[in-house]
């Protein structure tokens, strides 16, 4: 089993920057494959970013955040993050990492990731 919780959510104005974490507790995060998710209200949760296991860290973007945001791992804290940088007002959710507890990326939907954090929200004010 693994434990993550998501922090550095909060307001900020548009085009601010923000920078997601997410701690892992119970696994060693850098032998698998991590994901952010979001969610806006009303809406399923959607696919964010991902990083593949550390022996290579390969990223993945949705289209919407391509350029914007950026996903790494730092594995002596047992972290990942998500810098978030230009930020929109469409970009307002909560924020979920997640894990499938595989070294290879089980793809872009939620029902294929077992693990999440509690979110954090992200408010970006125009």
């Known amino acids: 089993q693994v434990q993550l919780v998501e922090s550095g959510g909060g307001l900020v104005q548009v085009g601010g920057s923000l920078r997601l974490s997410c701690t892992a507790s119970?696994?060693?995060?850098?032998?698998?494959?991590m994901a952010w998710f979001r969610q806006f209200p009303g809406k399923e949760r959607e696919f964010v970013a991902a990083?593949?296991?550390?022996?290579?860290?390969?990223?993945y973007y949705a289209d919407s955040v391509r350029g914007r945001y950026s996903i790494s791992r730092d594995n002596a804290k047992n972290t990942i993050y998500l810098q978030m940088n230009s930020l929109k007002p469409e970009d307002t959710a909560v924020y979920y990492c997640?894990?499938?507890?595989?070294?290879?990326?089980?793809?872009?939907?939620?029902?294929?990731?077992?693990?999440w954090g509690q979110g954090t929200q992200v408010t970006v004010s125009s």
């Open positions: 997640a894990t499938a507890l595989s070294a290879l990326l089980p793809g872009r939907a939620t029902a294929n990731y077992h693990y």
């Open positions: 119970g696994r060693t995060l850098s032998t698998y494959a």
């Open positions: 990083i593949s296991w550390s022996r290579d860290s390969r990223t």
